[in-house]
DNA sequence: CGGGCAATTGAAATACATCAAGGCGTGTGG
DNA sequence: CCACACGCCTTGATGTATTTCAATTGCCCG
């Protein structure tokens, strides 16, 4: 028996699971969870029903645009994992300098570290709409024992939230604007994909030039004007709420070269 | 009994039994790193002499000043724990731009994901002479599973882990050129302090001016200007490879504020 | 209809990089 | 032991990427 779960499991599957654990919510939310390879959902849907158990103690939240979910001075219980929605992870100075840590998407567990011990000043804050879950620390930690195929998956994301982390020092400390920039958009659209979230080669794109910034350790002016000359030069377009990667080669080259 | 390893352990009681565990080495090296509260070298020495086994495989290295410890092509089995010495971590980007991401004292872990993965791109440089330890991965992870101790330890190594990556991400996108090498000197100070390896308020300094600047996103030029203006506003002193910190305040207020 | 956040644009300021030259220490080979 | 080369640091002049400031527009929402 394979100690990593692989994403075998369709979406279709996944939905069906989900009304047999839980028939009083219809959301299709934690099946696209449960449909992504890396994801903590995945493993926890899956241990739940194999078990025949019920999930650990969750609790489901849905919260409107602009609102915290997880605010700094928490010193909580609770592990967080995004369900539906785009949100954001970040940290700030007390003059209110902040660098976003990661844009969290569908599935996104806000950091494997939570499992382990509160993460004081962190903040994470819905961009769009969001629901997500909150487990209960022990609960995990337990079923983390119990269970070798769980903690495959949390080592597995543990080590991508390393290699995300050195990306973004590398990004940060030693690349410029558009590069920042591009890179941004590029990997928001191979995320995005994984969760059968692109049209094409178009993505809703809810984010602020604000996000950006702070995601880039930018301004928001200097980012309309990078972002203005991404779209002049033909390579992205924006409109609406929602961006269109329009030439991908060069995108790539504007976020790898100098 | 509590499951976190308190410290204890004095420095004279860690060489005791470095010296019981492995008499054919003389080195105080990691009775430096059993003596720290976080180290894993310190959970790793406790659980073998509590089990009056051995310790779990590991070979001891010693490599010159400036040599590789760990390549970034490498595909390794084994996870190094530094003994003694300065070192670096760092990944670089194909046209020689690199960021560092730690500078490793005695009783670091490299990286905790790398008890659960190879972490491809990453660097390991000696900057002194330094000794470290190989640890085979799948003997560490059999160990963590067997020793709810070591769990704990590790688990707080990856917490404090992530907050040192949230940290780098934050002074790397949002603060000056001066706040970051003036914090990069106080938390070294600290770290130092924590393993005894201060004199009063100086240290030994291996560090280039080059290693500063990749630490910090900088150009070297740049960072001997401002190690200049530092020594001229007379916060600190460098000399003959130490660094003391004169004043200890206001090298804070320029670490802290804008 | 009004108010406020978001985006755009241009002009001016600045932080940091790049370029270049010189000095200083250190190891090395003649 | 000297000469020399080389890496490291310093310093000044110049260049440039990005910020700051400011004004204008559009737009969503109350």
């Known amino acids: 028996m394979a100690s990593v779960t692989q994403p075998q499991v369709t979406v279709d599957e996944a939905l069906a699971r989900k009304a047999h654990v839980d028939p009083t919510r219809g959301e299709a939310s934690c099946a696209v969870c449960a449909a992504w390879e890396l994801s903590l959902s995945a493993a926890l849907e899956n241990s739940a029903s194999e078990g025949g158990r019920t999930l650990p103690i969750s609790t489901v939240h849905t ?17 967080p994992v995004i369900c539906s929605g785009w949100s954001v992870s970040s940290i700030a100075l007390p003059d209110g300098r902040r660098q976003i840590l990661a844009f969290l ?41 119990e269970n070798p195929e769980i903690f495959d998956s949390i080592s597995k994301i543990w080590v991508e939230e390393r290699i995300q982390a050195d990306q973004l020092a590398l990004d940060l400390g030693r690349r410029t604007a558009s590069e920042r920039i591009a890179r941004q958009i590029l990997n928001l659209a191979e995320r995005l994909a994984k969760r059968g979230m692109m049209n094409g080669q178009t993505m809703e794109f809810p984010l602020r030039q604000r996000h950006i910034a702070d995601a880039t350790g ?41």
């Not at 919260?63 to 592990?79: D, G, L, N, Q």
């Open 63 to 79: 919260v409107p645009a602009r609102r915290t979910i997880f605010h700094p001075k928490e010193w909580s219980e609770f592990v």
């Open 105 to 145: 998407l569908p599935g996104d567990v806000v950091s494997t570290a939570f499992l382990f011990g509160p993460l004081s000043g962190r903040h994470v804050e819905a961009v769009t709409e969001v629901t997500y879950r909150k487990f209960k620390r022990s609960d995990l930690r337990a079923l983390l024992f």
């Open 218 to 258: 930018l301004t928001p002016v200097h980012v309309s004007k990078v972002l203005g000359e991404f779209q002049r030069a033909r390579l992205i377009e924006i409109s609406s709420r929602s961006l269109t990667i329009i030439n991908e080669a060069e995108l790539r080259i504007a976020a790898d070269w100098r």
